[in-house]
């Protein structure tokens, strides 16, 4: 695992990553069962808190989900437009039989607070505990404990799942700070 | 209220009601408390399942919650990017001395099973249910009941809150449907 390439990871400041997922871009989380890392494709998540909180819909049906319960951690990745056919490739086999590292050429980087490797390949990466496990909902709650961000990337649009197969890139841009200032939290 | 204007939005197929809210664009959430209509923003949702449910993070800060938690019910309303300046206001400002239907020019139209409205101006409207209230996370898991969409409308692009008062608008479309042929339920 490579430990340099962390270098291109800007560390980011903790109470902005939850900007990295408001959009709900799909992401990629990865896992590790202290044996093997692996990832899975999600577009099911959810910011709860500024602090930052997620929350990710995931069961038994995922083969991550053992080592993410196990371990009680996991990366989210978030991938960049050009990266969309490796994310598909990534949430359409199962890591019960695909080192998806090495097939979809992802570079696993080791991580400050979690055995689940950040992907260099990828615009953002937030390494995360998972604090509770909603068993009845299948919804798992992470906290996010340190947000890197690489900038030196020139393709910095996200892209979200639509749920059909199709997805949409990131479009224009609009400022409405002004209008949002009494609900923006601090430094935000 | 106005039940004409249902005309415009037909009934979309109930199976693919998640595709709506799968690529996490900003939407509005009516409410009834039995007297008076409200509406607030709301950016943390998440699809939770095809069938369709929706989590929702929200709690007492919002005037709405309490109405939607006597209730039990409520509407997801999508809108597009021509409404944004509504949508921010409406996010702005608190239906405790509001009517923000009214401040907004948006229309109220009576949905067939919940008192609270659906909005006109929107894309589509879905009728949903509150099927459970995760206290401790703040989470209000919700059951979609009927879904309906404004195929009428020419401006079909969401947008998405980055949470920093910058918004994102839907870009380029992207078909990846045959390599994910295995995953998409059946019928979507």
Redesign the interface.
């Known amino acids: 695992m490579s430990t340099g390439a962390r270098a291109y990871m800007k560390k980011m400041q903790l109470s902005?990553a939850?900007?990295l997922m408001?959009?709900?871009?799909v992401v990629l989380v990865t896992t590790s069962d202290g044996k093997k890392d692996n990832i899975m494709t999600i577009?099911?998540?959810?910011?709860?808190?500024f602090t930052p909180m997620f929350?990710i819909?995931t069961g038994p049906w995922n083969y991550s989900y053992a080592a993410l319960r196990k371990s009680k951690e996991c990366v989210i990745s978030i991938p960049t437009f050009d990266l969309?056919?490796k994310v598909?490739?990534v949430?359409?086999c199962s890591g019960a039989d695909t080192d998806k590292f090495e097939k979809f050429g992802l570079t696993p980087v080791k991580g400050k607070y979690v055995r689940s490797p950040l992907i260099k390949e990828c615009l953002a990466n937030i390494e995360c505990k998972v604090i509770?496990i909603?068993e009845?909902?299948?919804?798992v709650?992470l906290e996010g404990i340190v947000a890197y961000i690489d900038n030196s990337l020139k393709e910095k649009?996200t892209?979200?799942?639509?749920?059909?197969?199709?997805?949409?890139?990131?479009?224009?841009?609009?400022?409405?700070?002004?209008?949002?200032?009494?609900?923006?939290p601090e430094g935000?």
Chains 1, 2 share one sequence.
């Open positions: 902005k939850f900007t408001e959009s709900g871009p577009s099911w998540t959810m910011v709860m808190d929350a819909t969309l056919d598909v490739g949430g359409t509770d909603v009845n909902h299948n919804i709650v649009r892209v979200h799942a639509i749920g059909d197969g199709t997805f949409v890139v990131d479009g224009r841009k609009l400022n409405r700070r002004e209008m949002m200032r009494s609900k923006l935000v």
